[in-house]
């Protein structure tokens, strides 16, 4: 547990009790992924802003609590009673709502919120071209837009194939793991948005081999892709944009 401590790199989420975050569990690291996205975006106190994908809710408790923004913290697989106990018992219940969608049917007011963040869950529901667009829909004009997701460092439509050692592990998904460079052109192409940032997150492989490692039931298959690959082409990709006013 020890080694998950490490304000060196993430300050803010060695300040969380560790065994905390492991009970919330649904992939990697989700409080570092976030701390990183973070240096980025630019979240001011009593911003509201919408955790999509937000799981079992750590994500959305470090937003209100190091922020100070007013969370809507929408999954699908996670019950909104389930994450709304999370909410209260880390005492942020009156500044997390917790809603239950299908991120194509979002239940929000368009221009709505003031940032959209998503850790580790686009990769389920964002990659199809029309997904950004809809998405806008929610965020106002200037506001700010982060998403970290499984990335790679070559797109699989370049190698013409999915690696065996990614391909034993998730199969077909892989294919939804793309470079920075692929998500920026994606998003920009729009003239929706202004990309501030597309990035592969330094050294994020290692993180993920620590995190797995240390979770409660780690996953063998997991553990071995990530040694195998050795970040050859495995990572995260962390990309931030704002809304623009107008089109381009
Ligand atoms: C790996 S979990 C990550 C959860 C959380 N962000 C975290 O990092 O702990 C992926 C999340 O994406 C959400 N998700 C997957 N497909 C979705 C969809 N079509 N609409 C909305 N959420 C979806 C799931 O409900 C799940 O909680």
């Known amino acids: 547990m020890d080694s998950l401590v490490r304000p060196d790199r993430y300050p803010r989420s060695s300040r969380y009790d560790q065994s905390w975050v492991l009970s919330l569990d649904m992939g990697p690291h989700p409080l570092w992924l976030l701390e990183d996205l973070m240096r980025d975006l630019d979240l001011r106190p009593g911003m509201r802003v919408l955790d999509l994908g937000s799981g079992r809710g750590a994500t959305s408790v470090f937003l209100a609590r190091e922020y100070g923004v007013n969370v809507v913290a929408s999954d699908w697989w996670v019950p909104a009673e389930q994450a709304a106990e999370v909410f209260s018992a880390a005492g942020v219940g009156d500044r997390v709502e917790a809603v239950h969608a299908e991120a194509h049917q979002l239940p929000f007011e368009e221009e709505s919120f003031d940032a959209i963040l998503s850790i580790d869950a686009f990769e389920y529901f964002g990659t199809a071209d ?12 200037g506001g700010q837009l982060g998403m970290a997701t499984p990335g790679m460092t070559r797109e699989v439509r370049e190698l013409g194939f999915i690696p065996q050692h990614i391909r034993d592990v998730v199969g077909w998904e892989a294919l939804a793991w793309h470079t920075p460079q ?12 202004t990309v501030t940032s597309a990035r592969l997150q330094e050294d994020g492989w290692r993180d993920w081999l620590l995190w797995t490692r240390a979770c409660p039931e780690p996953s063998q298959s997991v553990i071995d892709m990530l040694e195998k690959d050795a970040g050859e082409l495995l990572g995260f990709t962390l990309i931030t944009a704002r809304k623009n006013r107008s089109p381009g």
């Open 130 to 141: 029309s997904y950004l667009p809809y998405l806008m829909r929610f965020l106002r004009p």
């Open 182 to 193: 692929w998500w920026r052109f994606q998003w920009e192409i729009t003239e929706l948005v």
